[in-house]
């Protein structure tokens, strides 16, 4: 099943380049192996409800990947997710990973970004589903209908009013608070969903008014419909 390996880096809490309208952050370096599929989930924090995001393509250092969105949501209330992924084909040493969002206002930072290292996965992950929402509930379990056995499923999420304590799961969350504004967190569950059917991760807000954003994804197993979509073409 698809299993996040230990080379994955600490989640970044980004920062506002002052003057530009972007949140940016860059992960610490670390070493990818070969055939894994790097996902970079970012948290968009604006300074005001309205503002509207251009999501900018991540960057790598060694070699060059491909990166392709494959979520997006903005709520109008404040608050974003984005989620892109790239296929690292060969094993890299010391590489890093480097995203940002453009706002039309100010961007506040202090969110999070994770850029997580997934193996056992299948190579092709094009059928692989996804999900978004917005909602104000504080007991969130949001998923997708997977499209394979033995896929995995995360969770990115931002809450963009409730700033204290940290989300908590019954799931596997790294969560964190930006104590000025908001909180977030990425949720996965730790086992691999079994067959096709819709899977959700936990998520629990503290306490306020919640202004969530969330956005879902399956990750494909080796071996699976994604990986041998090929043969079927």
Known sequence: MPTRDASSPARVSTTNDVGTNRESGTTASFSPPSNSWLY?????????????????????TGTGLTWSKILDINNASGGAVVVWR??????????TVSGSILWTVDGLGGSGMWVDVWTGCASDQSTAATATTTNTTTTNNFGVTTTATGSRVVLAAIDWNVTTPAPT???????????????????YNTSDSGAPGAVTCNLVWGSGAVIGSYGAYEILAAGTAGNLAWIRA
């Open 40 to 60: 970079l989930s970012w948290l968009g924090n604006p300074v005001s409800v309205g503002a509207t995001p251009t999501y900018e393509t991540p960057t790598n």
């Open 86 to 95: 790239a296929y690292n084909s060969s094993a890299q040493a010391g590489i």
């Open 169 to 187: 799961s019954s799931d596997t969350i790294d969560g964190y608070t930006n104590a000025s504004f908001s909180s977030g967190g990425r949720v």
